[in-house]
T-cell receptor, first 119, second 114 residues
Framework: AQKITQTQPGMFVQEKEAVTLDCTYDTSDQSYGLFWYKQPSSGEMIFLIYQGSYDEQNATEGRYSLNFQKARKSANLVISASQLGDSAMYFCAMRGPGAGGTSYGKLTFGQGTILTVHP | DAGITQSPRHKVTETGTPVTLRCHQTENHRYMYWYRQDPGHGLRLIHYSYGVKDTDKGEVSDGYSVSRSKTEDFLLTLESATSSQTSVYFC?????????????FGPGTRLTVL
């Protein structure tokens, strides 16, 4: 069974500073994928970044980067130069293997971290 | 947003009534999913589909059924709604490319069962 743990219920950061949101995972699969989503107060789920288990480089998307440490089973999200609009709930999620198969893409989510950016 | 719409966006119903939520996508994606979001639980998978007429159960499938008669529509039905099914329901699709893997979500449906 897969499990995602986000140990930080809430985080605070000053505008323009960097912040790291923690995510650890547990799986016995060799092939898996890790995702981060942002959920603002308006409620939509916004895809931020993806890291495949076989990707050697850490994923980056603009101000977002994923610090992937496979041996430690961690996939922390780093947001650089925080903006007021970054205030939101952030979810880490994992999918198992089976690309192309019948069970592909099912996500297991963590409980989320609420990020508040102060001016 | 991968062209995903959900209807209705808000619904209030009474215990014991049937409810159907619709997810519609315009980009011919094979995989579709229904999740529910509750405080303290994050998102949990209810059912998913890997093709027309091909569906399977997720983590929290009791009390729910689904149907997918055509690629673009994935329906979630609560046969007899209960208060424990008050939640926000999200539909999602998987988009798999040569170098990426993305799952996009619809805008959500807020369901209240009185």
């Amino acid at each position: 069974a897969q499990k995602i743990t986000q140990t930080q219920p809430g985080m605070f950061v000053q505008e323009k500073e960097a912040v790291t949101l923690d995510c650890t995972y547990d799986t016995s699969d060799q092939s898996y994928g890790l995702f981060w989503y942002k959920q603002p107060s308006s409620g939509e789920m916004i895809f931020l970044i993806y890291q495949g288990s076989y990707d050697e480089q850490n994923a980056t998307e603009g101000r977002y980067s994923l610090n992937f440490q496979k041996a430690r089973k961690s996939a922390n999200l780093v947001i650089s130069a925080s903006q007021l609009g970054d205030s939101a709930m952030y979810f880490c999620a994992m999918r198992g293997p089976g690309a192309g198969g019948t069970s592909y893409g099912k996500l297991t989510f963590g409980q989320g971290t609420i990020l508040t950016v102060h001016p | 947003d991968a062209g995903i719409t959900q209807s209705p966006r808000h619904k209030v119903t009474e215990t014991g009534t049937p409810v159907t939520l619709r997810c519609h996508q315009t980009e011919n994606h094979r995989y579709m999913y229904w999740y529910r979001q509750d405080p303290g639980h994050g998102l949990r998978l209810i059912h998913y589909s890997y093709g027309v007429k091909d569906t399977d159960k997720g983590e929290v499938s009791d009390g729910y059924s689904v149907s997918r008669s055509k690629t673009e529509d994935f329906l979630l039905t609560l046969e007899s709604a209960t208060s424990s099914q008050t939640s926000v329901y999200f539909c999602a699709i998987s988009q798999v490319g040569s170098s990426t893997d993305t799952q996009y979500f619809g805008p959500g449906t807020r369901l209240t069962v009185l």
